[in-house]
């Protein structure tokens, strides 16, 4: 096994270090939906961290929500074992120019939320070393975690626990 961070294994890798369960919801989608089991729910075996989805008609459409949830649940709940020392290469093609370019509903971005979130426990918090070693500015980084309150959250809590101000 990889020692990556889980939200960056490929769909096969992952799926098969879950364990995953169907289930009949109600709902919208009309006869089909109460007779189907197309909510799917995908819980990662070593934390326990579970992606979920039911809101398609379709079994496998719900499995690439679920598996997209999970992979950003870990990436919020999870942290390395081992500290970054240096930004990855797709941090590289999504920083430009001291800029973050991506949508938080794009594939890459709980990969990279996981690579950022690291970075800020590697540093306690300081929120200005992982900029400088992400290449980036303080400002964009605090955006980029705002696009996902709970990692603004977690890095806010990280900086009370070292004595650091929280961020606004």
């Keep these: ?7 960056s294994w490929e769909p096969k890798q992952l ?14 989608g009309g006869q089909h939906r ?17 992606g979920q989805a039911s809101e398609r008609r379709s079994q496998h459409e719900n499995q690439q929500v ?27 093609q999504r920083c430009q120019a001291r800029r973050i370019s991506i949508s938080p509903t794009h594939q890459d971005f709980p990969v990279l939320l996981a690579e950022v979130l690291d970075f800020c426990q590697a540093t306690g918090g300081d929120i200005k070393k992982v900029a400088n ?25 990280l900086r ?3 004595q650091l101000h929280p961020l606004k």
């Design 1 to 7: 096994m990889t020692s990556s961070h889980p939200a």
């Design 133 to 157: 070693q992400l290449e980036t500015t303080i400002s964009q980084l605090i955006r980029f975690l705002k696009l996902e309150p709970r990692a603004f959250q977690l890095l806010n809590q």
């Design 66 to 92: 679920a598996l997209f949830r999970l992979r950003l649940n870990l990436a919020v709940g999870l942290r390395s074992d081992d500290p970054p020392t240096h930004s990855s290469e797709l941090w590289q």
């Design 160 to 162: 009370v626990d070292n």
């Design 34 to 50: 109460n007779k189907v089991e197309t909510a799917v729910i995908l819980t990662h075996r070593v934390s326990q961290i579970q």
């Design 15 to 28: 799926l098969a270090a879950c364990d995953s369960k169907r289930q009949k919801r109600s709902g919208p």
